[in-house]
């Protein structure tokens, strides 16, 4: 069976789960490497470029692909200022767009982000903007040479699961281009649902960073995300809306 992996600006990857590393902290890194397989993590700019104790770039194994964001940017003119700095410092070409200005649920001002993504397409970078889920703007980040879309499922942060279900739903139906599901995501069945739905892969920090065992519960993402993927690749059986249906052939057993 040809192996399913993830392709994401030309580069193949084997786990389709990504590390947020927003509550960074050693355990947290070292459980997403080993219990959880990640392949790729977040890192905010700003903590690449301190030189105090502490830089989360000294703890990220080597063969772990640097995903830089954007966090604290305001606007697109921010944004590319940033991932500009991200690549002088070393960090590569991807970059993920994080632009809010709303202060209090932190969400993502979509049309900066599609002002951003298509500046930073132009300069190289393989870009993967954080959204609210809205097809237009998918549509619009599309165009502008995003190589994937990461609409949130909550507010950031919130662990409150797939409250942006349905728009996510449209999204992996309509657009091209790589859906990853970030942010909000609390619990691995949640994971696995969107798994299932057809995301090309599932980006978590809270829900493991604030877990009571950390190792335990990155572990369990990982099986999370690959059993939502197989299922999806499976083909789910119908559901039928009304009525039911005997799983085995009732013709003949209930004749007199």
Known sequence: MKQDVFMLGGQEFQSRFILGSGKYNVELIRAAVENAGAQMITLAVRRANSNGQGNIMDFIPEGVTLLPNTSGARNAEEAVRIAKLSREL?????IKIEIMRDSK???????????????????????????FPDLNTARDLVN?????????????????????????????????????????????????????MGAAAVMANTAIATAGNIPQMASAFRRAV??????????????RETGGEASSPLTGFLRD
């Open 90 to 94: 070393g960090c590569g070409n991807f």
């Open 105 to 131: 649920y932190l969400l993502p001002d979509n049309q900066e982000t599609v002002k951003a993504a298509e500046l930073l397409a132009k300069e190289g970078f393989v870009v993967l903007p954080y959204m």
């Open 144 to 196: 502008a040479g995003a190589a994937a879309v990461m609409p949130l499922a909550a507010p950031i942060g919130s662990n409150k699961g797939l409250a942006a279900r349905e728009f996510i739903k449209i999204l992996i139906d309509e657009i091209e281009i790589p859906v990853i599901v970030d942010a909000g995501i609390g619990r691995p069945s949640q994971a696995c649902e969107v798994m299932e």
């Open 226 to 239: 690959e059993a939502g993927r197989e299922a999806y690749l499976s083909g789910l059986g119908r559901v």
